[in-house]
């Protein structure tokens, strides 16, 4: 049974750093396009970040461009996100997802698992 478990999330203020991690099991995770995504309060699930299997391509929403970054550990089976100058407006949920496919999307139903996701608290 596929399992993805997100951590690193927390309460910051604004300009601050955080970096997510999501450990997957249960996946052969070198065979996933990996994801995540965000949910603030009343808005729909976002994408923010995609990397391909290999980690060599990644790819952005225009939102956290230049300040995110995305990055995978094939080895250790975990992806993760490096969210610099964070800003009030990043808060929210943020969800890692596996998507079994060489391409990638930006599109939350294109994959097949999701984690529970974790709380992004940016103070002003």
């Known amino acids: 049974q596929a399992q993805l478990v997100e951590s690193g999330g927390g309460l910051v203020q604004g300009g601050d750093s955080l970096r997510l991690s999501c450990a997957a099991s249960?996946?052969?995770?070198?065979?996933?396009?990996m994801g995540w995504f965000r949910q603030a309060p009343g808005k729909e699930r976002e994408f923010v970040a995609a990397i391909t299997r290999s980690g060599d391509s990644s790819f952005y929403a225009d939102s956290v461009k230049g300040r995110f970054t995305i990055s995978r550990d094939n080895a250790k089976n975990t992806v993760y996100l490096q969210m610099n100058s964070l800003k009030p407006e990043d808060t929210a949920v943020y969800y890692c997802a596996a998507d079994h496919d060489t391409a990638v999307h930006t599109d939350t139903r294109a994959y097949d698992y999701w984690g529970q996701g974790t709380q992004v608290t940016v103070s002003s």
């Open positions: 249960g996946v052969t995770f070198s065979w996933y396009v």
